[in-house]
């Protein structure tokens, strides 16, 4: 296949490989922080491939996983609100909160749709006037700027009806937050290819800067993924510590300029609560107050009784990348994609979705 196969050839898969196991003369612990780095790694066994002092850790970057418990519930308290139309992306409907799900909910009546774009609901708000319609808004960089263009166009059209929970995360922050709590060692980032197109490199040269801690932005091939990982090795070998970038066909070192004005323009940094790792400073994003008409936090009087996560569930170890899913007692006996009993097996992103399909 054209424009994929040069990707994973084999030749190129070996030659790599073999300058990998060059470099690899540390026990050296790599993390990648994006759920789609997670699949493709276990998709195309990249894991088993590499020598065995190359270890790859997963860190939080399933957007739905790092979704607070808490949040989960107030969703659930919005879903059950009388007239309201929840909109959403499919990956949320699973997601276990303390009592109940958005996919239960849905059973029970409540009127739950799954969208493929912020845009589609908006397109339900306009054509019913009479409900309230509420988007969930989960997702990293990558997902934000078309949130906030549905919203500046849902002001711009006086779309009162239209609201966002908004429950977006901010990657390099997590990664700061992690390196800052020095619960495991790791030695180099696998940076997310998507969320760079938008942030570009700036923000993991402070991070490589601050804690000299190699950065490199990968694509999501295998031989994209192993390059990135030669490069990390590279800068190990040489004591640096850069931001640089492998997926040069799709990310700009400064990112996408456009994509970042429409952000700033309609939202603003926030302090949020992320599961496992808890509220990390200025690490989400709110809506501006020029937006709050549109803010379903304030528009909506949420009140959650309890929250709490499963107890046996080692899902916010999983996502600081302490622990993996086969240490999780209910990982595949309890706990599978038709029945999860946390986000990480639910979402096609999660770290405990890709052992289970890739790794048991
Ligand atoms: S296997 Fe299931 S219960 Fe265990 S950590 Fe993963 S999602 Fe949570």
Redesign the pocket.
Known sequence: MKYIDEFRDRTIVKGLMAEIGALAKLKTNLMEVCGTHTMAIFRSGIKQLLPAKINLISGPGCPVCVTAQADIDRMLTLAKLPGVIITTFGDMLKVPGTQSSLEKERAAGCDIRVVYSPLDALEIARQERSREVIFLAVGFETTAPAIASVTSDARAGRIKNFSVYCCHKLIPPAMAALLEAKEIRIHGFICPGHVSTIIGTRPYALIAEEFRIPCVVSGFEPTDILESIRMLLQQIRQKRADAEIQYRRAVRPEGNLSAQQALSDVFMPSDADWRGLGVIPKSGLKLREQYQAHDAEIKFDIKVEESFE?K????GQ?LRGVKN?SQ?????T??TPEQ???????STE???AAWYKYHR
């Open positions: 499963a046996q569930c080692l899902c999983v899913p999780c007692r209910l990982f595949a309890v706990c999860p009993y946390g986000p990480c097996m639910v999660g770290t405990c």
